[in-house]
């Protein structure tokens, strides 16, 4: 993925892409291993052993940030801001997470 979009920002074109942006690619790498979680995208490249692109746990994900994250958001939104909310409730979801394992250690 790196490596093709790399190649593809080389490419010249009649206008500046305002989508393109060099120094997210890193942020874009770390993050784009969780997306096959809940996508079942790409499962062959990240060698992911499971079949079904979605279980229960994720489901519920889902239903809650439908219900509760988004709640009061204009739908349908643009991609990048839905992506944004959701990575914005996944950094809250692991931090609570994080607090709960180290105050049980």
Not at 33 to 44: D, E
Not at 72 to 78: A, I, N, S, T
């Amino acid at each position: 993925i790196k490596q093709k979009s790399i190649k593809n920002s080389s490419i010249v074109g009649n206008r500046i892409s305002a989508y393109f942006l060099k120094d997210l690619l890193p942020d874009t790498m770390r993050l784009c291993k969780h997306f096959p979680l809940w996508t079942n995208v790409l499962s062959n490249l990240f060698h992911s052993p499971y079949r079904m692109a979605s279980s229960a746990s994720v489901e519920n994900d889902f239903k809650e940030l439908k219900t509760q994250i988004l709640k009061f958001d204009v739908r349908p939104m643009r991609a990048d801001k839905f992506i944004l909310k959701h990575l914005t409730s996944i950094d809250s979801n692991v931090k609570l997470f994080k607090s709960k394992e180290l105050r049980y250690e």
